[in-house]
């Protein structure tokens, strides 16, 4: 009786493939550890596209003379002479014009973009408009068109009407340039507003500006400033407009980064100086808006 009682608990015996079966990591381990690797990666990734930026930074405090040299020393004796010659100490040619242009031009152009594309991505995201996928699609095919082919036409209509050298003129191209790409984006913000909110701010008698602006935007802020932040850094950094269609008055930093590229002489450190303090602007303006720009970037990723 009680052997068979013991025979029928007891388990069988191993076999020879379980016995020689290495021991599963559970999946809390195998997740840990692919976590440390895409995070080494991310950081190698982030210090690969950081090491230009930084190499400039250095490059720009260098004499000309240091500057030039293959390959360059990080060693070399550190100096300010490549930001004396930015705010004009030999030459007398102040940059405070062309930042207060571009910043005008940035500033003014975002601003803009952002007055038009709401209401529009609104009207795409939560209207039931028909074909809006083919509305959407005809907004970013207008970004296909390069860039040169329609300089000739508007550096023509330019002329006729007076507007060579003109920041609002750039003020305009820059709003056209970049209202596709911000109705896109932020046709996939809206989307994400709940209806429902929207319904009981109509039963409740709310206007379509009094919902824009007081349910809409504090919703989809993080989106907003995404885009905003998006559209101000393709208008600093856009030169070949700025380069054709200004002269003297309404020259930008990016124009006037370039007249320190000369046919004689050294001017690398002179350059990496001015690109330095040029890039500032944007660089602290991502560095301002970076949580509302992860949060807006990554909206409507996960559900």
Known sequence: MTTQLHTGTSAPPPTRSARHRLPTPPPARRKKGWNRVWGLT??????????????????????ETDAATNPPSLAAHLTLSGYREFFGSTT???PLPALINSATASIGSTVLVLLLAVPAAYALAIKPVRKWQDV??????TKMLPTVAGLLPIYLFA?????????????????????PIAVWMM????????????????????????????????IAA????????????????????????????????????????????????????????ISLPVLAAGFAA????????????VK
């Open 187 to 218: 046709r996939s913000f809206l989307a994400e507003v709940p209806i429902a909110i929207l319904e009981a701010a109509q039963i409740d008698g709310a206007s379509l500006l009094t919902t824009l602006r007081r349910i809409v935007a504090p």
């Open 136 to 141: 959407l699609f005809f907004f970013l095919s």
């Open 222 to 277: 993080p989106g907003i400033a995404a885009t905003a932040l998006i559209c101000f850094i393709f208008s600093w950094n856009e030169m070949l407009f700025a380069r054709v269609l200004t002269g003297v008055a309404a020259v930008t930093s990016p124009v006037f980064l370039t007249g320190f590229v000369t046919s004689e002489g050294l001017f690398l450190a002179q350059v990496c100086a001015a690109a330095t303090l």
């Open 92 to 94: 007398g040619q102040s």
């Open 42 to 63: 991310a950081w190698v990734t982030g210090l690969f596209f950081f090491l230009p930026v930084a190499w400039m930074v250095l490059t720009s405090f260098h004499s």
């Open 290 to 301: 970076q949580d509302k720009l992860v949060q807006g970037l990554s909206l409507g990723a």
């Open 159 to 179: 002329k006729n009407t007076g507007l060579l050298d003109n920041i609002w003129l750039l003020v305009i191209l820059y709003t056209s340039m970049n209202l």
